[in-house]
């Protein structure tokens, strides 16, 4: 059983840095993907950064290229990625998702809809 366990985020002034942390548990192989989501009031959900466990190719939106970089840890029968955040903008407001699926192109993870996903955690940037 594949789970999906977000940490992290909080309040940030503007310019100011946030790491969000997700553990994913229960895959059988490594040919699957990792991604961060977020969705701000009133807006779409969109896919920022994705991860290829296999070969660590990655995936960024346009919107956090710069700012923002997922890395990975791991541990036995365990990943954990990581997302630094810096540079944060009020327009990074939004709620995070952690999600997973066999997916192992970054780029089209980031684009679709992953079948695993965590219980979300809030971002907020004000001054």
């Known amino acids: 059983q594949v789970q999906v366990v977000e940490s992290g985020g909080g309040l940030a002034q503007p310019g100011g840095s946030l790491r969000l942390s997700c553990e994913v548990s229960?895959?059988?192989?490594?040919?699957?993907?990792i991604g961060w989501f977020r969705q701000a009031p009133g807006k779409e959900r969109e896919g920022i950064s994705c991860i290829s466990i296999i070969d660590n190719t990655t995936y960024y939106r346009d919107s956090v290229k710069g700012r923002f970089t997922i890395s990975r840890d791991n541990a036995k029968n365990t990943v954990t990625v990581h997302l630094q955040m810096n540079s944060l903008k009020p327009e990074d407001t939004a709620n995070y998702y952690c999600?997973?699926?066999?997916?192992?192109?970054?780029?089209?993870?980031?684009?679709?809809?992953?079948?695993?996903w965590g219980q979300g955690t809030r971002v907020t940037v004000s001054s």
């Open positions: 229960g895959f059988t192989s490594d040919y699957y993907g």
């Open positions: 999600a997973a699926d066999s997916y192992t192109l970054p780029q089209a993870m980031c684009t679709m809809t992953p079948y695993y």
